[in-house]
């Protein structure tokens, strides 16, 4: 019942914008941070962004600041990640990630599935 269910993904040229959605359900969304996490291939696990739960506040690794937007519509239950001016680096699986909401420690609770995003020529 509670789950995140990421979509959007795709193949994308170099320069070129794509847009995730990352659908909420089993849970009060409004009440969490959320996060987008990615994945490369052959590599760990590479923090993206971070909104508070009102999304007012957001964050980014450096590698993306000036080219991704994350935001979220908590009337519909959705976090998004727009992403402009790719590059090849940035292909990845992205996955939104939901916050534990401990008042003592930091925890990434709950997953998505992740949605491919590919960029190449």
């Known amino acids: 019942q509670v789950q995140l269910v990421e979509s959007g993904g795709g193949l994308v040229q170099p320069g070129g914008p794509l847009r995730l959605s990352c659908a909420a359900s089993?849970?009060?969304?409004?009440?969490?941070?959320m996060y987008w996490v990615r994945q490369a291939p052959g590599k760990g696990l590479e923090w993206v962004s971070t909104?508070?739960?009102?999304?007012?506040?957001?964050w980014y690794v450096d590698s993306v600041k000036g080219r991704f937007t994350i935001s979220r519509d908590n009337s519909k239950n959705t976090l998004y990640l727009q992403m402009n001016s790719l590059k090849p680096e940035d292909s990845a699986l992205y996955y939104c990630a939901r916050d534990g909401g401990s008042e003592y420690f930091n925890a990434f609770d709950l997953w998505g599935q992740g949605t491919l995003v590919t960029v190449s020529s």
């Open positions: 909104i508070d739960s009102g999304g007012s506040t957001t």
């Open positions: 089993g849970f009060t969304f409004s009440s969490r941070w």
